[in-house]
């Protein structure tokens, strides 16, 4: 029984020393089945290692242009944005205005937030200044309702200077007293959107163009009357048109001076008080527009 053993273990053994080699004529080396199924298992288990950590690479990547996706998608995150509280979105904001207006006050609204979108898009505003448009879209007309006393109290309260008129006419007050009242409630610091909403009502002589945007967006909202409307747009666009607009192309400087022009025709005509800055306004918008066009020949 030993000697039947011994002489199958060594068969065994010969077996396994010559499935190392294939033949002689060949002279190439071959290992066992099991040795290259094992060889085979350690390379694969290299490859896909190899494979997990490119794709680990690759998620990082992925992940990297989501953050900046969302970075640049500031309509929805404003965490990167200057001077506005981390998590403070369009729609926070919304929800902030519409329980201190009318339905029909907020529906306006509503119509100023996308004619300014409309007009950052043409204008060809990045990210983040059509953020701040849409954040003062928002809030132009958050004290809007108050009445013309408590908007004159109010705006003492907050530091206001007034002039003569502004006391008589408190009305003209709603954009500086929202300005500092969301400054206060809302911690947003952001000077031009702070600027854009006090400037709403009567434009000033400073103006940037998120201002401007803002100006025109509440001229232009879908409740305008259209002889108030289309000039403003055939302005903005060379005489195109609201439907033929080119983007990067249109004259918001042009389109200040006639609305400023309509506004002064209609106070005008109802006989109300004028303020001083609304001549200012558009005398500083028609220079703008006349030496533009020396320039043009």
């Known amino acids: 029984m030993k000697s039947k053993k ?20 060949s002279g190439k080396k071959t290992a066992p089945t099991s040795a290259k199924k094992s060889s085979m298992k350690k390379g694969s288990v290299k490859k896909s290692s190899v494979k997990k950590v490119t794709a680990k690479k690759s ?34 904001v919304a929800k902030w205005v519409e329980p201190r207006i009318s339905k029909k006050r907020f529906a306006h609204v509503q119509g100023v937030v996308a004619v300014g979108q409309e007009l950052s898009r043409l204008y060809g505003l990045n990210q983040a200044e059509r953020f701040y448009v849409g954040l003062a879209c928002w809030l132009h007309d958050s004290c809007k309702e108050m009445k013309d006393y408590e908007l004159v109290e109010k705006a003492r309260d907050l530091g206001i200077e007034l002039t003569e008129i502004e006391k008589s006419s408190g009305h003209l007050l709603h954009g500086p007293v929202a300005a500092r009242l969301v400054k206060k409630e ?10 854009a909403m006090a400037q709403h009502t009567l434009g000033a002589t400073n103006m940037t163009e998120i201002a401007k945007i803002v100006y025109l967006a509440d001229c232009l909202e879908a409740s305008r009357p259209d002889d108030f409307t289309q000039p403003i747009w055939a302005a903005l666009t060379s005489g195109r048109g609201r439907a033929q607009a ?6 918001v400087d042009k389109a200040m001076l006639v609305a400023c022009d309509l506004s002064l025709e209609h106070l ?5 008080p004028i303020h001083p800055l609304t001549v200012d306004v558009r005398n500083h918008f028609l220079g703008i527009v006349r030496a533009a066009e020396k320039l043009a020949g």
Request: charged share 30%.
């Open 6 to 25: 011994t002489l199958v273990k060594k068969v065994k053994k010969v077996a396994g020393k010559s499935a190392i080699y294939k033949s002689k004529a």
């Open 59 to 92: 998620t990082t990547k992925k992940n990297t242009a989501k953050k900046g996706s969302t970075n640049q998608a500031i309509g929805k995150k404003a965490s990167v944005i200057k001077g506005v509280p981390e998590g403070l979105t369009l729609a926070k």
């Open 246 to 251: 080119v983007k990067g192309s249109i004259d």
């Open 268 to 272: 005008l005509k109802s006989r109300r």
């Open 186 to 195: 809302l911690k947003i610091s952001n000077k031009a959107v702070l600027a």
